[in-house]
């Protein structure tokens, strides 16, 4: 009758839980009511016996009806109804308590102070004596029941229940026997697909150091920082820290996530176990909660043994990624100074050869990613479903950082005779995770405890670039200067330190083919325009049509080349790609955040430099090549009239553009530029005002620099395609590293250019026949052949 006071001080917080939750509301001055269950166990056990005993009886002898086996029974085994007449009763009292207070007041003072006894002993002494008492009831009717089947004295029942299983015993062995051969066969199986996906590497197995580590100094001092924690804990739990349980690498491909963990591997003087990405993909299910387990049984043991170990989780996105999550698209890159991504895909790695001379802002404008430009984020997209499962990624959970309990077998002999287990020890494991994608990851696995620090791998600076360029170059035979790798890694803005490796290696190959053994610089400009570009169609133009693509992609570069300081020219070429006759790229010499409306003009002027000079060196004259350079310059000239307070309003149309369509002005996300012209009829009317305008400054520019232009486009047409520092040399005319530009200084090489361009155009007006392309280097000879005779 526990149930009819309050629960004691001592019980444990599970009981006083348990009960709560069953509880009911007592009326004031009533007794508290009964669950269900505490009002009927005890009658329903004693009549579940009685009717026991009365089947007993029918089994005895098939003649015996069930009324006579209940008959028979009740002149056997009557004080058990007797027993349930008298819970009956019980239960009535409390039924009557639970409703009456006055009954309630005169009857609970008597209950209380026969219960005074019981409830000064403590709450475990209560605990104990209820399942003594429990257990005794038990087998005192078991007993009967037993007496019953054996027909023998209830005294004996238990003793000949022992002695006909001891008869039965090799059955039973033999039964058991099949049944662990069976279990034995799925434990086998179960225990042979949960290996494997994981091996352990000990530090005197990896060469690799952190001083092969290149262009990632800022994090790979703080992953030091933190091995150093995990060699020696106390200098930092002896002040009241604790060492960092895990690390996230994260950034795009190839920048050095693995590397670092390789040389952390290489490093550290405990063990590194290396987790493959699909360790814990499984065609059963359950074999990958086991595969966790076994896992973090293993990294445990280890640590125990050395005092700590690295696990590291390769794509770690595979294993904790989200259910339904917002990640950044795959074939795309972010841009340097904005939060936009450029799209590219597996046959063009750079995606951006027909935009290669903007600027990347420009760039992100052209490709409709202007809302993309305002804040710290990239694009986004929605992933239905999960890549990891949901299983793995909680048994991953639960072993990082789940309940410390204490483990062994021992602590389960020790639980299970009551003894107090011993306390778990501390297990230093160091997580290290890389992934592409530290969007798509579950919040609940970088959660500080599980992920303490999180560092990107980025894109490699400028002086990244050039140390990993050394490091690589050093490894082969090459006559690259110090100037040479400086452009060079200039040049490389968005190359990591895969790519770095990559483009040494390919110009390695080049030079090989051309039967050497030492890198030139050609091999490795050869080298980068191939990785970047990819290879060349080989399509061979008309001379006539040769000449105007080398004017058009000449304009662009001299545009660039004079208009944009922060800029240098990567490459101009006229040899096909695709759908792109020709193109000139540019790469930023700093990295910076924004662009001002003069930066964004002079784009705007390098876009339509191409329509321009085709009109001046062809008698007005243009070809359909120009329309996607006139796309890129009305779209930039929009965004700057009705975004970005670039033109006569200051307004956003993009948000009168959402407020007409009813939205609530979220800033026209999702809207395109040209959706602006809806907010504005003559928002039209002013970019085309504004273009003619920047039209007249680069004829201007263009006028100023024409035979710049002529002598670009006859080394375009000479050498199809020209690195930055080639078209320098020809523009300044000078010598270059691979093209020498100073033949253009000679005052016969002009009037023979202008001559060959008034050829090509007057073929191109009457469509018949082909220019010859001149040497100049022939025509010097010729012109300074009969003066060295005269003399």
């Known amino acids: 009758m526990r149930d009819a006071l309050p629960a004691p001080a001592g019980t444990s917080p599970t009981i006083r839980r348990r009960r709560k939750r069953g509880m009911k509301k007592a009326k004031a001055g009533c007794r508290r009511p009964l669950m269900v269950y505490d009002r009927v166990k005890v009658s329903t056990l004693l009549v579940g016996t009685f009717f026991l005993l009365a089947f007993l009886k029918m089994a005895d002898n098939p003649l015996i009806g069930f009324g006579d086996g209940v ?46 006894p019981w409830n000064r002993l403590t709450s475990f002494t209560q605990y104990r004596l209820l399942r003594i008492f429990r257990f005794v009831a038990i087998a005192v009717l078991g007993a009967f ?49 949960s290996k494997g996906g994981v091996e352990v590497l000990m530090p005197e197995d990896i060469k ?4 092969d580590v290149w262009g990632q100094d800022q994090v790979v001092a703080r992953v030091k920082e933190t091995l150093s924690l995990l060699e020696d804990p106390d200098l930092i739990e002896a002040k009241g820290g604790y060492v960092p349980g895990g690390i996230l690498l994260y950034g795009p491909p190839g920048t050095g996530k693995t590397l670092i963990a390789e040389a952390l591997a290489g490093e550290t003087g405990k063990p590194f176990v290396l987790i493959e990405p699909g360790a814990f993909q499984a065609m059963f299910l359950g074999v990958n909660i086991l595969k ?60 951006l050869d027909s935009l290669a001379y903007l600027s990347p802002v420009s760039q992100a404008v052209v490709l409709g990613q202007v809302d993309g430009m305002v804040g710290p984020k990239v694009d986004q997209l929605v992933v239905p479903g999960g890549g990891g499962d949901l299983g793995t990624l909680n048994a991953i959970l639960a072993s990082m950082q789940g309940l410390k309990k204490p483990r062994g077998f021992i602590n389960r002999i020790k639980r299970a005779l009551g003894m107090k287990p011993s306390n778990p020890p501390k297990y230093r494991i160091l997580h290290v995770m890389a992934t592409n994608l530290p969007d798509s990851l579950d919040e609940a696995l970088l959660r500080p405890g599980r992920i303490d620090r999180k560092f990107r791998v980025g894109y490699p600076s400028r002086e990244g670039r050039i140390r990993t360029y050394r490091g690589y170059l050093d490894k082969v035979k090459n006559s690259l200067t110090e100037a040479d790798v400086e452009r060079l890694a200039t040049s490389s803005p968005y190359s990591s330190g895969a790519v770095i490796k990559d483009i040494v290696n390919e110009g390695l190959m080049a030079a090989l083919r051309d039967g050497r053994e030492v890198i030139e610089w050609r091999d490795i400009i050869a080298a980068k325009s191939l990785k970047e570009h990819g290879v060349t169609d080989g399509f061979e133009y008309i001379d006539r049509e040769r000449h105007a693509i080398a004017i058009h992609e000449a304009c662009h570069a001299i545009a660039a080349y004079r208009l944009k300081a922060d800029f240098q020219i990567d490459v101009a070429t006229i040899e096909r790609r695709g759908d792109v ?28 430099a191409s329509l321009v000079g085709e009109r001046m060196f062809f008698d007005g004259d ?12 009305t779209r930039l000239a929009l965004v700057m009239e009705s975004r970005w307070g670039m033109g006569e309003n200051i307004a956003s149309h993009s948000v009168l553009v959402a407020g007409s369509a009813g939205g609530a002005g979220n800033g026209g996300n999702g809207k395109q530029p040209e959706d602006d012209l809806k907010a504005s009829p003559v928002l039209g009317e002013r970019v085309e005002k504004r273009l003619r305008e920047i039209y007249d400054r680069t004829r201007t520019m263009l006028e100023a620099n024409r035979y710049e232009i002529l ?27 691979i093209v020498d530009g100073s033949v253009y200084a000679v005052d016969s090489v002009r009037a023979t250019l202008e001559a060959y361009h008034a050829e090509a155009a007057h073929l191109h007006r009457t469509g018949q026949g082909q220019p010859r392309l001149p040497d100049v280097k022939a025509v010097i000879t010729a012109t300074l052949t009969p003066a060295t005779s005269g003399t």
């Open 71 to 116: 008959r028979m029974t009740f002149n056997s085994y009557g004080w058990l109804l007797t027993l349930v007449s008298l819970d009956i009763i019980r239960q009535l009292h409390y039924f009557v308590a639970e409703r009456s207070a006055k009954y309630w007041s005169v009857v609970g003072r008597v209950e209380n102070f026969v219960k005074a």
């Open 581 to 608: 006759g020709g193109f000139v790229s540019r790469v930023p010499i700093v990295e910076r955040m924004f662009e001002w409306k003069t930066e964004l003009e002079n784009d705007i002027q390098i876009s339509i």
């Open 292 to 351: 966790v387990k076994s896992l973090y049984r293993k990294l445990r043991k280890l640590a125990l043994r050395y005092g700590g170990v690295v696990a590291f989780f390769d794509e770690a996105d595979v294993l904790g990624r989200r259910a339904m999550s917002t990640v950044p698209q795959r074939g795309t890159r972010a841009l340097p100074g904005s939060a936009v991504t450029i799209t590219t895909s597996p046959l063009n790695p750079a995606g």
């Open 208 to 211: 690799t150091s952190f001083d």
């Open 145 to 193: 029941v037993l007496s019953a089947a054996f027909d023998t004295e209830p005294i004996r029942a238990w003793m000949e229940a022992l002695v006909r299983l001891w008869q039965a015993l090799p059955t039973i062995l033999q039964f058991v026997a099949y049944l662990l051969l069976a279990i034995l066969q799925f434990v086998a199986i179960f225990w042979f697909l």
């Open 622 to 633: 243009s070809t359909n090549g120009v329309g996607g350079d006139l796309d890129n310059a």
């Open 711 to 737: 002598c670009l486009a006859h080394a375009l047409e000479w050498h199809r395609t020209l690195n930055g520092a080639d078209v320098e040399a020809v523009i300044n005319r000078v010598r270059g590293p």
